[in-house]
């Protein structure tokens, strides 16, 4: 079990040795990632206020142009990775082609890509209600020191070295695993330190909570609609209580708490759902196997799919274990 109190810094030191032929580079990565997540909160908090400062002109304090919160957010993690050098490339859910870093320096031995979605479920940010990033974390295939090419970024996500998430939420917390488990840090604003508040997180093995967008049910697959036919019956535990954010990491990081399961499933209007495979479902389903859940696009296992495409989508079953078998079992009628 792990030290409450530990702080993130503390606590990434303290477990480089997981791997044994460590640089210290996936250190230095994941404390970039912690900073720009203090900046982004930072911006998040204001987000209301910003409005009212930015009515005249749309022109900030600082006489900058005002930035919509999601390309700001992508700008602060881009910008923090690529000027401390530690990746060779970024892909980001904001930007249509990834980036190289360095590409020309023949010093750049960086090893790793960084996967992105800066700002999930950035329409909520209108209305104050949680937001989050997700981050990805893969070794890149081709030779260090060589300009990234598509390949490194087109990993099957068992290939993740880690993957984490910030909720923006009550309090703002950073979750993330290096596959040795998940563990769930929380920032005291006062000081701007993450402090480990939930360690060894783990769903429960099974829940009452489903998090579907039940406003499409026409459009969905039978199994899907049986699925949630089978949430409200009463019976046993059931039924069991909806509750949809309609912001990702937040009805995930609630439902690896409580116990429940996240559906987002392929229907007549998105032959493929919505949620990003490479931005959203890989990071997600990597935590979510490591603390004991489960995740799978109806049929099999997120982590095993070779994406074809950056930005494609995929349907997505995840949370408790035996909430998403259940799931399954509808969906293979
Ligand atoms: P985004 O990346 O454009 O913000 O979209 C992803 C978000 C998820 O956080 C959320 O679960 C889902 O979209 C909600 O979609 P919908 O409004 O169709 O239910
Ligand atoms: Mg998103």
């Given at each position: 079990?792990?030290?409450?109190?530990?702080?993130?810094?503390?606590?990434?030191?303290?477990?480089?040795?997981?791997?044994?032929?460590?640089?210290?580079?996936?250190?230095?990565?994941?404390?970039?990632?912690?900073?720009?997540?203090?900046?982004?909160?930072?911006?998040?908090?204001?987000?209301?206020?910003?409005?009212?400062?930015?009515?005249?002109?749309?022109?900030n304090v600082q006489g900058e142009n005002q930035q919509k919160l999601d390309v700001l957010a992508n700008d602060k993690f881009?910008?923090?990775?690529?000027?401390?050098?530690?990746v060779c490339g970024i892909a980001s859910e904001e930007e249509e082609h990834f980036i190289t870093i360095n590409s020309n320096d023949k010093q750049n031995r960086n090893k790793y890509v960084v996967l992105i979605d800066p700002l999930d479920g950035s329409s909520n940010i209108d209305v104050n209600v949680s937001v989050g990033t997700i981050f990805s974390i893969y070794r890149r295939v081709t030779p260090v020191g060589t300009p990234v090419t598509m390949e490194d970024f087109l990993q099957p996500g068992k290939n993740q070295v880690a993957a984490g998430y910030i909720v923006y939420g009550t309090s703002t917390m950073l979750v993330y695993t290096t596959g040795h488990g998940v563990n769930g840090f929380t920032l005291n604003p006062a000081i701007g330190t993450f402090y480990l508040s939930h360690p060894d997180m783990e769903f429960p093995e099974t829940g009452n909570i489903y998090s579907v967008n039940e406003g499409n049910y026409i459009h969905f697959p039978q199994g899907v609609k049986s699925y949630i036919k089978y949430c409200q019956m009463e019976?046993?535990?059931?039924?069991?209580?909806?509750?949809?954010?309609?912001?990702?990491?937040?009805?995930?990081?609630?439902?690896?708490?409580?116990?429940?399961?996240?559906?987002?499933?392929?229907?007549?209007?998105?032959?493929?759902?919505?949620?990003?495979?490479?931005?959203?479902?890989?990071?997600?389903?990597?935590?979510?196997?490591?603390?004991?859940?489960?995740?799978?696009?109806?049929?099999?296992?997120?982590?095993?799919?070779?994406?074809?495409?950056?930005?494609?989508?995929?349907?997505?079953?995840?949370?408790?274990?035996?909430?998403?078998e259940k799931a399954e079992e509808f969906m293979r009628g």
């Open positions: 079990m792990e030290k409450r109190n530990t702080t993130l810094g503390e606590f990434i030191i303290e477990h480089e040795s997981y791997f044994p032929y460590s640089t210290g580079e996936l250190s230095k990565l994941i404390n970039a990632l912690r900073l720009a997540a203090k900046v982004v909160n930072y911006e998040v908090n204001k987000a209301g206020l910003v409005d009212i400062l930015g009515a005249a002109g749309d022109i881009i910008r923090t990775l690529s000027n401390r050098e530690i019976e046993g535990e059931r039924p069991y209580t909806s509750r949809y954010i309609g912001s990702l990491v937040s009805d995930f990081h609630r439902n690896m708490i409580k116990g429940g399961i996240y559906i987002y499933p392929k229907s007549s209007i998105a032959s493929n759902g919505k949620l990003r495979l490479l931005y959203e479902c890989n990071p997600m389903a990597l935590i979510a196997e490591q603390a004991n859940g489960k995740a799978s696009d109806g049929f099999g296992r997120i982590l095993d799919i070779q994406p074809k495409e950056l930005h494609e989508r995929v349907p997505f079953f995840c949370g408790s274990r035996k909430m998403v």
